[in-house]
């Protein structure tokens, strides 16, 4: 079954809107999350690294203030895309990483499909 | 500066014979590598992982061969199911392990029944 979940699955949005998308560790806790970006027919790229109790590390390019990223607890990294436009639409990734005896393997949730009108 | 390559953005196989993945890395200090299946509209799914200590890891049908000389890795898939198509990523981080995830940009696998 899925270990890291999001929320909203895909979203519709107006043009200045802002949009917050949820991920979840199902049974594990995770101090740090990662979020990615998928743009057609181009690989996942790091947005940011989301640290529970911390600021937020953002890749080189990537706006702060356009896309909030909160670690509220052990179990949830929100990611919010503020005043929203249409080049933010995406399909927007997180993952977590999650140790299974010396072994720790990065997992990801199913995403969420952003479509900004 | 791309620093995981994978140079064959598609790959065609009949069902049943292997499929090879292939991918480079320009950064010696990579040293964990990770393959993921990732199907449309979906986030990836772990498949399998080495780490710089090995050259080889099976599991199933997929094994994952690393040349640290020639920063090579590849994922073989045998015997290909049409249930393995999809877009297949490299990935690789650093020493310090997930302070960063270093994808591919993937190839597309399509398994012909």
């Known amino acids: 079954g899925a270990v890291v979940s999001q929320h909203p699955s895909r979203v519709i949005c107006k043009s200045g809107t802002s949009v917050k998308i949820e991920c979840r560790s199902l049974d594990f806790q995770a101090t740090t999350m990662f979020w990615y970006r998928q743009f057609p027919k181009k690989s996942l790229m790091l947005m940011a690294t989301?640290?529970?109790?911390?600021?937020?590390?953002?890749e080189q390019g990537v706006e702060k203030d356009k896309f909030l990223i909160n670690h509220a607890s052990l179990t949830l990294s929100t990611l919010t895309v503020t005043s929203a436009h249409p080049e933010d639409s995406s399909f927007y990734i997180c993952?977590?990483?999650?140790?299974?005896?010396?072994?720790?393997?990065?997992?990801f949730g199913p995403g969420t499909r952003l479509l900004v009108l | 500066d791309q620093q995981v390559k994978q140079n064959s953005p598609s790959l065609s196989v009949q069902e049943g014979r292997i499929s090879i993945l292939n991918c480079d890395y320009t950064?010696?200090?990579?040293?964990?590598f990770l393959w993921y299946k990732k199907y449309p509209a979906e986030g990836p799914t772990f498949l399998i992982s080495?780490?710089?200590?090995?050259d080889k890891n099976e599991d199933g049908r997929f094994t994952v061969f690393l040349n640290k000389s020639a920063k090579h890795l590849s994922l073989h898939i045998v015997p290909s199911q049409p249930g393995d198509s999809a877009v297949y990523f490299c990935?690789?981080?650093?020493?310090?392990?997930?302070?960063?995830?270093?994808f591919g940009p993937g190839t597309s696998l399509s398994v012909i029944p």
């Open positions: 993952s977590a990483p999650r140790t299974s005896g010396r072994q720790e393997t990065q997992y």
């Open positions: 990935a690789a981080s650093a020493r310090t392990s997930y302070d960063k995830v270093i």
């Open positions: 989301s640290n529970e109790g911390s600021k937020a590390t953002y």
């Open positions: 080495i780490s710089s200590i090995k």
């Open positions: 950064n010696s200090m990579f040293d964990y």
